[in-house]
């Protein structure tokens, strides 16, 4: 099936959203435009404060946009109120986090079923036979009664993921999961990720690297909470790496 074709699973138009800081408005994003669609590997890239985290939040309606309109799987967000945003998270969105978000008391079976124990039409052995599938598929089911202060960073980082994959979500949010990881253990995990978006899951990943963005199926480059083709944000980039350095130079000879 063609990509434009296959059934999306977020659409945004003209998205904005505004923080209140007492009297003051701060506008993160600005006009997004965006479709995210079944079986697609999304990245989104661009500078610290730009609004990555921002957009994702929103993605994973953890949040909601302070302007246009944001569907999910062909539904209004905004006519939603938080307990059915909430079931939709549960049952359709897996998350995936830079600082892993394990706990630190349950066991690595335990933490993979967390999501299941909010769902009513999962019972009990049907719930412990998603968990061995899901650390299986990362390689991490030897590890099951173990804790995560026995594992590494990179390791911690696969059950962070089989826990995303339990409830089998229609789509993977990763919010720079290879931030907390060494170069060896980053890549480890960005090849789980890409074997499984190859597997036909549907991923929208934050990450700085573009070495990682590579991997997916296209970027979306985020400036100043806008979105912006590839070539405007090279120059943009490029100027203010050019005024950066200026101002290095200048308050280094005063």
Not at 35 to 47: C, D, H, K, L
Not at 147 to 167: E, T
Request: proline residues 3%; neutral net charge.
């Amino acid at each position: 099936m063609q990509a434009h074709t296959r059934p999306s699973i977020i659409e945004m138009h003209g998205i904005g959203k505004v923080f209140q800081a007492g009297s003051m408005e701060c506008q993160v994003l600005t006009d997004i435009h965006l479709t995210v669609r079944q079986g697609e590997f999304v990245s989104i890239a661009g500078p610290s404060g730009c609004g990555k985290t921002t957009l994702l939040s929103l993605m994973g309606l953890l949040d909601v946009p302070s302007h246009g309109e944001l569907r999910f799987r062909g539904e209004s967000v905004h006519a939603m109120g938080r307990a059915e945003r909430a079931r939709l998270r549960n049952r359709h969105i897996g998350f995936v986090f830079q600082a892993f978000n394990l706990i630190d008391d349950l066991s690595v079976a335990e933490n993979v079923a967390l999501p299941l124990s909010f769902r009513k039409d999962v019972m009990a052995r049907d719930r412990a036979r998603r968990v061995v599938e899901a650390l299986g598929s990362v390689g991490m089911a030897h590890r099951m009664r173990h804790y995560p202060a026995q594992l590494s960073g990179g390791q911690q980082q696969r059950v962070a993921v089989a826990r995303a994959l339990v409830g089998d979500p229609s789509i993977l949010l990763a919010d720079e999961p290879t931030g907390n990881l060494d170069l060896h253990n980053g890549e480890t995990v960005m090849a789980l990720l890409n074997r499984l978006h190859v597997d036909g899951r549907t991923i929208c990943m934050v990450t700085h690297d573009d070495r990682f963005n590579a991997m997916a199926d296209r970027t979306v480059r985020l400036l100043d909470g806008r979105v912006v083709d590839e070539s405007t944000f090279r120059q943009l980039q490029s100027e203010a790496d050019s005024g950066l350095a200026a101002r290095r130079h200048s308050a280094s000879f005063p």
